[in-house]
Nanobody
Framework: QVQLVESGGGLVQAGGSLRLSCAAS????????MAWHRQAPGKQRELVAS???????NYADSVKGRFTISRDSGKNTVHLQMNSLKPEDTAVYYC?????????WGQGTQVTVSS
């Protein structure tokens, strides 16, 4: 089992920045993808960004150029640096780890961007 704990959410004005972090613990061997998803009220959960164990990055079009995902070398910790935040980025952000094709989710952290 993998446990994920997110931190770093909060309230920020439009144009501001936040940095989310997610620490994985437990049986972490074999985690090959870590990612951030988000879910806004009344909308489906969507992929924001992902990073593979080999360093391959993937971003949603809506966050390209504004968000950066990174992973601490040798640690099962992933970060999401969010710059130039917009009100439409308001959502609960979830960390996900993929291990042997099994998805593990964190509890989510709220990000609210005021206009």
């Amino acid at each position: 089992q993998v446990q994920l704990v997110e931190s770093g959410g909060g309230l920020v004005q439009a144009g501001g920045s936040l940095r989310l972090s997610c620490a994985a613990s437990g049986s972490t061997i074999g985690i090959n993808v870590m990612a951030w998803h988000r879910q806004a009220p009344g909308k489906q959960r969507e992929l924001v960004a992902s990073i593979t164990s080999g360093g391959r990055l993937n971003y949603a079009d809506s966050v390209k150029g504004r968000f950066t995902i990174s992973r601490d070398s040798g640690k099962n910790t992933v970060h999401l640096q969010m710059n130039s935040l917009k009100p439409e980025d308001t959502a609960v952000y979830y960390c996900k780890a993929v291990q042997y094709y099994v998805n593990y989710w964190g509890q989510g952290t709220q990000v609210t961007v005021s206009s």
